[in-house]
């Protein structure tokens, strides 16, 4: 059992910055692979970003390339989620996920192919 724990959300003017950060309690935190996920009511999960087990491999979506970096520190048992120049689409609860799939580069973007999930954390981008 892994146990995710997410932080660094909160409320951020257009155009701002957070970092968001999850800690997971895996006593080999090297085996799994991390993602990001944000979901707004009404409609499903989306993924955001995606990092492979020693960081080599990261995906994003489309809407946050350029803008968003996903990173892993894994001597701290924690992956980041560094977003830049935010905006009001970025509005939701973010959500970190550790994945097992050995074949993680081909189902990094389905919430399925998870095993674990934080209880997210709200990020909204207004003025």
């Known amino acids: 059992q892994v146990q995710l724990v997410e932080s660094g959300g909160g409320l951020v003017q257009p155009g701002g910055s957070l970092r968001l950060s999850c800690a997971a309690s895996?006593?080999?935190?090297?085996?799994?692979?991390m993602g990001w996920f944000r979901q707004v009511p009404g409609k499903e999960r989306e993924f955001v970003a995606g990092?492979?087990?020693?960081?080599?491999?990261?995906f994003y979506t489309d809407s946050v390339k350029g803008r968003f970096t996903i990173s892993r520190d894994n001597a701290k048992n924690t992956v980041y989620l560094q977003m830049n120049s935010l905006s009001p689409e970025d509005t939701a609860v973010y959500y970190c996920a550790a994945s097992t799939d050995p074949h993680y580069s081909g189902s990094y973007k389905y919430p399925q192919r998870y095993d674990y999930w934080g209880q997210g954390t709200q990020v909204t981008v207004s003025s």
């Open positions: 990092i492979s087990w020693g960081g080599g491999n990261v």
């Open positions: 895996a006593h080999t935190f090297d085996d799994y692979c």
